[in-house]
């Protein structure tokens, strides 16, 4: 009995991945993960099935993309709970450098978060900062290599910047304060006059928000929606700059699948009715559909990857993405930049999928978590090539 168990767990070994760390120049395509410690950054190189370990002292990592040359990485450090501080840095873990001085407030009152390295150089980030205990965020940008912040947005409630795929165009997401009106499907309503002796009761105030747009000049701002209620999130660009596709929630939890051109004035477009919860939301390399890792969706419960038309209602067209793989509890699909492969989590476990075969691959145990993986773009042409 010893020895069947001890065979049977050999094979199962046998049957796991099995990636060697290198200290060779990395070929690519790359993939860019945090592990599950986040104690490290891990450099997954597709072209010899290895990979690099990078480690910035004894602080949070949570890498968020390359340059776009592809030869360094873009990611933030923190110590527990505090606010991060942005850096990057070669693929060997080199030349190491801090991409943001700002000398108007101290150090532990300002950080950044979920930073995007445009094609063109620019790095948007959300700027976090406490004033007399006030948190405040905005969209700032510093050039590639680094420097004083400049802000896109004012109003000190924004979130979540990605460039266009030219680098022509950044989307965020913006919130502000509404009255709440008879529920939370209504507009605000008029406020009744008190009764005579009594103070008025102040408004209850929801914040809710909307999609924004700038160049990338900073010349040409203007709300992409402008939804009366309910919040928007997740913007993605579709892989030809035309269109965003993002996810509206009238309240909490209850979303739908929407998508607007990128210009001013447009008229967004519902695609899927029936509320759901999505987890996460990305485009097809054609920009023919969107893929949504979405959960309790045609009346299936496990998050799966469903692929959302352009037309119709998704409610009634929508098909599940590689249903023939089974990608139970999936999120945050990734395709890379040449539209042949899809990285993906699946019950944690990060998967790579050659869309061509269709063979899947389980990455390294180092790579479980719930934080997405990131490509090296196009440009990069393995490190070898990098100065």
Request: aromatic share 12%.
């Amino acid at each position: 009995m010893m020895k069947r168990f001890f065979l049977l767990a050999l094979m199962l070994l046998m049957a796991l991945p099995v990636m060697a760390q290198t200290e060779l120049p990395l070929t690519g395509p790359l993939l860019a993960i945090n592990t599950v410690e986040q104690d490290a950054i891990v450099l997954y190189d597709m072209a010899n099935d290895s990979y690099r370990e990078l480690r910035f002292g004894n602080r949070d990592h949570h890498v968020w993309d390359f340059s776009p040359d592809g030869c360094r990485v873009l990611f933030t450090l923190a110590d527990g709970t505090d606010l991060a501080t942005l850096y990057s840095a070669k693929l060997d873990g080199s030349d190491q450098q801090a991409m943001v001085t700002y000398n108007d407030a101290p150090a532990g009152e300002w950080g950044v978060w979920e930073p995007d390295w445009s094609p063109t150089g620019q790095i948007a980030f959300t700027m976090i900062r406490f004033d007399g205990g006030e948190r405040t965020t905005h969209i700032a940008w510093v050039p590639a290599e680094g420097g004083i912040p400049e802000f896109f947005s004012v109003t000190g409630s924004e979130y979540t910047p990605i460039w266009s795929p030219n680098g022509d165009w950044l989307v965020y997401v913006s919130y502000s304060e509404r009255v709440a009106g008879a529920n939370v499907f209504a507009t605000a309503v008029p406020t009744s006059e008190p009764a005579p002796g009594q103070e008025p009761t102040p408004p209850t105030m929801l914040t809710e928000a909307d999609l924004w747009v700038v160049s990338a000049d900073g010349e040409t701002k203007y709300a992409l929606t402008t939804f009366p209620t309910g919040s928007v999130s997740m913007p993605r660009w579709s892989p030809d700059g035309e269109l965003v596709g993002f996810i509206f929630s009238p309240s909490g939890n209850n979303d739908t699948v929407w998508m607007i051109a990128n210009q001013a004035n447009s008229i967004p477009t519902q695609l899927s009715f029936q509320w759901h919860l999505a987890l996460d939301l990305t485009w097809l390399p054609d920009s023919t559909a969107m893929i949504g890792a979405l959960r309790d969706f045609k009346g299936i419960t496990p998050n799966l990857l469903w692929q959302v038309p352009l037309v119709g209602s998704a409610d009634d067209v929508a098909t599940q993405y590689l249903q023939d793989l089974s990608l139970s509890h999936a999120d945050y699909p990734r395709f890379s930049p040449d539209g042949r492969y899809l990285v993906t989590r699946s019950a944690y476990e990060l998967l790579l999928v050659d869309l061509q075969t269709r063979q899947v691959t389980r990455l390294n145990e180092r790579t479980l978590g719930n934080t997405p993986a990131v490509w090296s773009p196009t440009a990069f042409a393995g490190e070898s090539a990098c100065d």
